[in-house]
């Protein structure tokens, strides 16, 4: 296979946009500082009825560096789709629009795609920042793992191809996880994924600390893998003893807790009132060792002065 010419590697950067006037620019700024050249920045404002926001997308209307495309809400698959759709060139990398990238990942990834057409999709190790930082310690790819839990951040760069042929996003997933099932059906398809051992990729952490997956409840949770078993039975079907390795794996790390917490249980249900006594004395005992520190403390500082 030859290298794609200059014209078929064109990286379109697709950035659902939904009340996020206040992060946008951060994330914008990341796009322009990439030191890969062939790139156009598509900003999908998904119905936003913030008044920064929308002053700000009026605003990036007048840049020819990037265009603007507005919609009705209808969550992050739709905001994806519209922006692929509405873009050129042979690659697309979705971002977060508070989220940042490093110059040189755009670069780097599309150079693995053109020289290796075995892999499907081009990540990097990752750091948060904002309310939390330092690395984000996600686990390396394996199936056992990856069928059950996301391994793979959503801003790596795919194939327009890929997209195309497994039908985009799942406009259907609009409360979590619609990336990891876009991301199985894409490896689903026999590519490999490839991660730069390097931070290129900056996921940010709220102001309530939390993160898409946290806040969802456990229904919504099992109505998402529900959904995503049911778009790749195949792919289930094709790494079912991956699957098994997983559900036994923890059958025998839930039969190992409760044999070690076994005495410590039967103890708590025998003598509720021994153990709520204990637990009173823990209390104290810690209340003490709180006030006796707090008063050597100011002790010392009246010393030092």
């Known amino acids: 296979m030859s290298p794609p010419s200059p014209s078929e590697s064109v990286v379109a950067v697709v950035i659902p946009v939904f009340d996020s006037g206040a992060t946008l620019p951060e994330t914008l700024d990341s796009v322009r500082a990439q030191t890969y050249d062939r790139i156009r920045i598509v900003v999908v404002d998904d119905g936003s009825t913030d008044p920064r926001t929308r002053e700000?997308?009026?605003?990036l209307r007048g840049d020819d560096r990037l265009q603007v495309i507005r919609q009705d809400n209808a969550g992050p698959s739709a905001a994806r789709n519209a922006g692929i759709r509405a873009s050129e060139g042979a690659y697309f990398l979705p971002l977060d629009s508070d989220d940042r990238i490093s110059p040189t990942y755009v670069a780097?990834?599309?150079?693995?795609?053109d020289a290796r057409p075995d892999v499907a999709l081009v990540y990097a190790r990752a750091e948060l920042f904002g309310r939390k930082s330092g690395p984000w310690p996600l686990p390396d790819f394996d199936w056992t793992g990856f069928l059950i839990h996301n391994q793979i951040f959503d801003a790596a760069l795919f194939r327009r191809a890929d997209w195309a042929a497994v039908g985009g996003y799942d406009e259907t997933m609009r409360r979590g996880r619609e990336d990891?099932?876009?991301?199985?059906?894409v490896l689903g398809r026999g590519g490999e994924p490839h991660r730069i051992d390097a931070v290129r990729y900056y996921y940010r952490i709220g102001p309530d600390g939390g993160s898409v997956n946290s806040s969802m409840s456990r229904e919504d949770l099992i109505a998402a893998h529900s959904q995503i078993l049911r778009n790749n039975l195949q792919t289930y079907a094709d790494h079912a003893e991956d699957l098994f390795t997983f559900v036994f794996r923890q059958h025998d790390e839930i039969m190992d807790l409760r044999h070690r917490y076994a005495l410590p249980e039967r103890i708590r249900v025998r003598f509720p009132r021994a153990v709520g006594a204990a637990k009173a004395v823990r209390d104290a005992l810690r209340r003490t060792a709180r006030a006796v520190s707090a008063r050597f403390g100011q002790g010392?500082?009246?010393?030092?002065g």
């Open 180 to 185: 990891h099932d876009f991301v199985m059906r």
């Open 56 to 59: 700000l997308l009026d605003e």
């Open 108 to 113: 780097e990834a599309v150079a693995v795609l």
């Open 300 to 304: 010392r500082d009246r010393s030092e």
